[in-house]
């Protein structure tokens, strides 16, 4: 694990691109996973800038994301298929074919979660994983408390989570209060990892996640 400190959320946002834009120039037809949330919002859109610089092709790279709100559709302006799409996907070059989001809407919430597993098995794994940390340290929409091996299930959302969601909605009540996302497993395969954190409120996590038990961090 390598460990990288900058000055500021700009600085931390460049670099994260220039990790990801590298990815994607030594194999092009890379499989990224990509989460969503203020942390990587800058990242994206220094990414758009590359690839209007036309020093990044898309054409051939996979994505598949991190989770999604359970019960919202793609086109609720609050889903990840929506915020991928707005803040990203629209303005590169990217194969719709080749973009993975779970479905929040999904009747039947097992077979989804298996086939999202199969799918990233059989495109070969996840190349580069872009992670964010939450408050409480929860990855993807896994809590602190979730089994390690979970692979992609559904996920009830801790309060602190719903709460620091809250933001985003017209009121607390109005966020979902579970979620579909890849499980600790799913993303501990991922061939390489890039963790993001920015933000006095997000000291005490990567602290925790850094210095402390795995047990303890609850």
Do not use: W
């Not at 691109?17 to 990815?23: D, G, L, R």
């Amino acid at each position: 694990m390598k460990i990288v400190t900058v000055d500021d959320y700009s600085e931390m946002s460049k670099f994260a691109a220039k990790i990801v834009a590298s990815q994607v120039i030594l194999k092009d037809n890379s499989v990224l996973g990509l989460a969503t949330g203020d942390t990587p919002l800058q990242m994206y859109r220094e990414l758009i800038n590359l690839y209007n610089e036309e020093e990044l092709d898309f054409s051939k790279i996979t994505t598949f994301n991190l989770d999604e709100y359970y019960g919202i559709s793609e086109d609720n302006p609050h889903s990840y298929h929506y915020y991928m799409k707005n803040n990203f996907f629209k303005f590169i070059n990217i194969a719709d074919s080749n973009i993975n989001i779970l479905d929040g809407k999904t009747k039947d919430i097992e077979r989804e979660c298996k086939a999202y597993d199969n799918k990233i098995a059989a495109a070969g794994g996840i190349d580069l994983q872009v992670l964010g940390i939450g408050v409480n340290g929860h990855i993807g929409f896994n809590e602190p408390d979730v089994n390690f091996e979970a692979e992609t299930h559904l996920v009830k959302l801790d309060e602190k989570t719903v709460e620091s969601n809250a933001r985003f909605f017209a009121s607390k009540e109005d966020v979902p209060t579970s979620a579909l996302s890849m499980g600790i497993k799913t993303i501990m395969q991922s061939k390489k990892i890039l963790l993001l954190a920015s933000g006095p409120k997000k000291a005490e996590a990567v602290f925790k996640m850094l210095k402390e038990d795995v047990k303890r961090f609850v």
